[in-house]
């Protein structure tokens, strides 16, 4: 900065004002006192950082931060920056047991070992994380020097396989799992604070307190789905799940007798709601086209909603959501394909739905399928399977948007619409093809179920447990 005479005057700013800033703050708390430093220097405190995380460790104590969890912000840094500021929280932590004292911190990284013992920096980054470092040190008295330590190669090749382990971690569930988890969580941290203990370890009676916090508010089966992140977070932190415990096996026990263990299933659509709703299905909306061609999918595939359609426009997911092209005209009808789904969680195969076309019949899903492709092509690849038009705009038919229309039409027609939701045709059709008597083995391989879960989808009519009655009784007839 110049100027032209000496009575001139300059704007300061940058790095000079917050120097002449940090001076200013110190020295109006500053007494003007100061120990003399112990003559022999600290010498265990060592930090290092790399592009997942930072570390640090003194005196038998330690700290870890996960940039992604804890520090977004810091994802963007540089690794000299990343380097630096593992350095200013092993300070921010032990500030009060290094008063009075020379500190040597260990660190791998040349430029930060260099920042730290120049106390000066040219990039604004590091400058201001030594401001920090450098007012805590003034403000409990040490002195710090930074030494430098090789990097063996050997550390460099730990660090990129400990890099691989935590991707691979993050990845062992599903996102649909991990909000879940984090809404147990969420509800989890809530009654700690409230009570004021720890979240891990949990003793069993406070456990037993948590089970009886939730009861005020979930049925059975979901407080039980609720207890679930608590064993997850005890197994993570090296304890033993105090979910396996007499008192907390019983305090459940007593639980599911008081609240009932009845879980209340959605009806299912039937042939004759699908009839109706065709009634009053325009044609000429390609919205309603979208909805029909949906509907009719939903119930001849017997598909999961989250294979069906996709929750949001960002969160379409080829692989997972049924996308165009994963859709095969064929003569005989149209082939679908899926490549994720809730029991195929690591591409170890694809599930391949046929739907037939069907002569004669009002509608098929093949039929309103291609009413749909041709009606509203896609404008990109991969596309969602569905999609409508909203004036010169193309939009997906995501799942909101396709339960909302239901729970219209659902009024319009008659029917008492909080009674059904998506799953409601997934359970439909598996019903439907038990009454028709197709095989249970093959209701379950097309409903994709890996266990006897298909059992309890199926919902036969009065009139079908009529008819199994009768057959009962005529056969008890002919053996008399």
């Known amino acids: 900065m110049r100027i032209k005479r000496d009575w001139h005057k300059a704007r300061l700013k940058g790095d000079i004002a917050q120097d002449i800033l940090w001076w200013n703050n110190f020295i109006s708390s500053f007494?003007?006192?100061?120990?003399?430093?112990?003559?022999?220097?600290?010498?265990?405190?060592?930090?290092?950082?790399?592009?997942s995380g930072a570390g640090g460790f003194f005196d038998n104590d330690w700290f870890y931060v996960n940039?992604?969890?804890?520090?977004?912000?810091?994802?963007?840094?540089?690794?000299?920056?990343?380097?630096?500021?593992?350095?200013?929280f092993a300070a921010r932590r032990w500030a009060k047991a290094w008063q009075n004292k020379r500190v040597l911190i260990f660190c791998d990284n040349v430029t930060t070992v260099s920042c730290l013992n120049k106390c000066s920096?040219?990039?604004?980054?590091?400058?201001?994380?030594l401001r920090e470092l450098f007012w805590l040190s003034a403000s409990n008295n040490f002195h710090i020097k930074a030494v430098h330590i090789a990097g063996s190669q050997g550390s460099k090749e730990m660090t990129a396989l400990d890099d691989i382990v935590l991707d691979f971690r993050c990845h062992a569930y599903a996102e649909s799992t991990k909000k879940t988890y984090m809404t147990y969580l969420k509800s989890f941290v809530a009654f700690c604070n409230l009570i004021g203990i720890p979240v891990v370890p949990l003793s069993q009676e406070n456990l037993a307190r948590y089970i009886a916090h939730l009861s005020r508010r979930l049925k059975y089966n979901s407080l039980c789905n609720y207890l679930s992140i608590i064993r997850i977070l005890h197994l993570e932190a090296g304890y033993s799940s105090p979910i396996?415990?007499?008192?907390?096996?019983?305090?459940?026990?007593?639980?599911?007798?008081?609240?009932?263990?009845?879980?209340?299933?959605?009806l299912p659509i039937t042939p004759k709601i699908l009839f109706k709703i065709f009634a009053i299905i325009s044609f000429n909306d390609t919205k309603d086209v979208a909805f029909w061609a949906a509907c009719l999918v939903a119930f001849f595939s017997f598909f999961r909603k989250s294979n069906l359609l996709t929750p949001s426009v960002n969160d379409f997911d080829p692989d997972r959501?049924?996308?165009?092209?994963?859709?095969?005209?064929?003569?005989?009808?149209?082939?679908?394909?899926i490549s994720k789904s809730k029991t195929i969680q690591f591409a170890e195969r694809c599930l391949d739905i046929p739907l037939p076309a069907i002569k004669k019949l009002s509608f098929m899903p093949s039929q309103a399928l291609l009413l749909n492709f041709k009606m509203v092509p896609a404008v990109q690849t991969p596309s969602p399977a569905f999609l409508y038009r909203n004036g010169e705009d193309t939009i997906p038919l995501t799942y909101a948007v396709f339960l909302a229309r239901l729970k219209t039409v659902l009024s319009i027609i008659g029917f008492d619409a909080s009674l059904y939701s998506g799953h409601s045709f997934r359970r439909g059709g598996a019903t439907f093809a038990f009454q028709c008597g197709v095989p249970g083995e093959l209701i379950q391989s097309q409903g994709d179920w890996k266990s006897?879960?298909?059992?309890?989808?199926?919902?036969?009519?009065?009139s079908y447990r009529l008819h199994v009655m009768k057959t009962f009784a005529n056969a008890l007839k002919l053996s008399t």
């Open 452 to 462: 006897d879960a298909y059992k309890g989808y199926l919902d036969p009519s009065p």
């Open 321 to 337: 959501h049924l996308s165009r092209h994963n859709v095969f005209f064929r003569e005989d009808g149209v082939l679908l394909r």
């Open 121 to 129: 920096s040219r990039n604004a980054t590091l400058m201001s994380y």
């Open 244 to 266: 396996d415990t007499h008192l907390v096996s019983n305090v459940l026990k007593g639980a599911r007798r008081v609240l009932g263990d009845v879980n209340t299933a959605k």
């Open 31 to 51: 007494n003007g006192k100061s120990l003399i430093l112990d003559q022999y220097p600290v010498t265990s405190v060592a930090t290092d950082a790399c592009r």
């Open 67 to 88: 940039w992604q969890c804890d520090f977004p912000f810091a994802e963007n840094l540089h690794i000299n920056e990343l380097e630096a500021l593992s350095v200013v």
